[in-house]
């Protein structure tokens, strides 16, 4: 049994601090996912709207991550299988690698573009003269991040559906709230 203080997990399931930071990177990430694939349709407007949910979000994702990693996981639930348990840990994981991923080739595109980038109505200049290999590989990073984020979303939703509807585990009550305040069925 772990030693707990407000906000830290328990063995058997997540605290406030851990939901509320999985909650908010949720939205962060469908919101982000969602600009950023505006992009390349409707250009430099799309590009500033997220640039600014980007920045806005920076320390939520930034948090979420420290959090996890310096909490470790809950251990697995007694009606959970074990296989379940580690494919679960391991697309947990592989989220949080992508989340990392994005807060650092993000900025780095942005600013080695040379443009720099638009926050709110504030303007951050790029690099002067601007790096246009350093630009092209953050870019590339940041694609493939958010190809690892958007399947690493698919698999972690088909692995919540799959406890809600075909082991029926209750599973999903560790991610909506600490132990002491769930209903007992």
Request: net charge positive.
């Given at each position: 049994m772990r030693s707990r203080y407000w906000g830290q997990d328990y063995d058997s399931g997540y605290g406030w601090i851990s939901i509320a930071l999985h909650w908010l990177t949720a939205a962060a990430i469908l919101f982000l996912l969602f600009a950023g694939d505006s992009i390349s349709v409707s250009g430099a407007e799309a590009?500033?709207?997220?640039?600014?949910?980007?920045?806005?979000?920076?320390?939520?994702?930034?948090?979420?991550?420290?959090?996890?990693?310096?909490?470790?996981?809950?251990?697995?639930?007694?009606?959970?299988?074990?296989?379940?348990?580690?494919?679960?840990?391991?697309?947990?994981?592989?989220?949080?690698?992508?989340i990392v991923l994005m807060l650092m080739s993000g900025p780095l595109a942005g600013w080695s573009s040379g443009i720099g980038f638009q926050v709110f109505e504030i303007h951050l200049e790029g690099a002067d003269p601007s790096l246009p290999q350093v630009h092209e590989l953050a870019r590339g990073l940041h694609f493939w991040g958010a190809v690892l984020l958007t399947v690493g979303t698919g698999v972690h939703v088909a692995g919540v559906l799959k406890h809600m509807f075909v082991d029926r585990d209750q599973t999903l009550d560790r991610i909506m709230a600490p132990p002491e305040r769930r209903r007992v069925p």
């Open positions: 590009r500033d709207t997220h640039t600014t949910l980007a920045i806005c979000a920076w320390a939520i994702l930034a948090a979420r991550v420290v959090w996890r990693l310096q909490q470790g996981h809950p251990p697995r639930a007694e009606s959970q299988g074990r296989i379940a348990f580690y494919a679960g840990v391991g697309v947990h994981y592989i989220l949080l690698l992508a």
